[in-house]
């Protein structure tokens, strides 16, 4: 096998605003490998995959490829070499910059600070519950309740075998909020699904209101709610 040093193209300007769109989470997880070592694309999918980072981020080849492509486009990611090997096909390696580094330290910064506008699907579901015949509701916490539990299960199984083999806990931090995570829902869930079990939860959803009236208003989420207006 043969490499060819390949000499960095002159810089071009690229805009803050260019970076921060471009730092997706899969570009989080190829920039975190080349920050390891250089890399080329098939070897960081096969790292992300046997890794099981897919947890974080639909990790598929042609946008694998199309995120190497946007890094290099905005400097975070340079060509170190190309590789060359028989009559196989040339395989290009591909470094983090210094502009990489920055950008990938600001972005981790970023999500550990900052609470993102997520919008969970279960909030949604429970939101919407009401609409649904108590019977129904109840059978359909229950299987989220079990599909939580063998989740928990899984992630805990995986943290005991990587603490076995002497893998440092500071790699396995998002294995750990997940779980507690995970068991709030589990108890949460439950104890949600045993009131409606034994009827201490009423499934009524024209009695939690006055008809007409929406069971929440912008100012529940003040921290002053207005004051209500006296009906005279």
């Not at 591909?94 to 950008?103: E, Q």
Request: hydrophobic share 40%; net charge negative; glycine share 6%.
């Amino acid at each position: 096998m043969t490499t060819d040093h390949v000499v960095p193209a002159p810089a071009v300007e690229v805009t803050t605003a260019a970076v921060e769109r471009a730092m997706t989470p899969l570009a989080v997880l190829v920039l975190g490998l080349a920050a390891e070592r250089p890399m080329h694309p098939y070897e960081m999918l096969q790292t992300l995959l046997a890794r099981k980072e897919d947890r974080f981020a639909n990790i598929r080849p042609g946008s694998l490829y199309h995120t190497v492509d946007r890094l290099v486009d905005r400097e975070l990611l340079c060509v170190s070499d190309i590789e060359r090997s028989g009559n196989r096909p040339e395989r290009t390696v591909y470094a983090i910059t210094d502009r990489g580094r920055g950008a990938l330290s600001h972005r981790l910064t970023v999500l550990l600070q900052t609470p993102s506008a997520e919008y969970p699907e279960l909030y949604l579901g429970l939101a919407e519950a009401h609409e649904l015949p108590r019977s129904t509701v109840i059978e359909s916490l229950a299987v989220r309740i079990d599909a939580l539990t063998a989740e928990r299960a899984m992630f805990t199984t995986a943290a005991d075998q990587a603490s076995g083999r002497g893998v440092s806990e500071i790699y396995l931090l998002d294995i750990g909020c997940r779980c507690a995570t995970l068991t709030a829902q589990i108890e949460w869930l439950t104890d949600l699904h045993s009131r409606l079990v034994d009827g201490t939860l009423t499934w009524d959803a024209r009695g939690g209101c006055r008809a007409g009236d929406p069971p929440l208003t912008s100012d529940d989420f003040t921290a002053n709610p207005t004051t209500p207006k006296v009906t005279r």
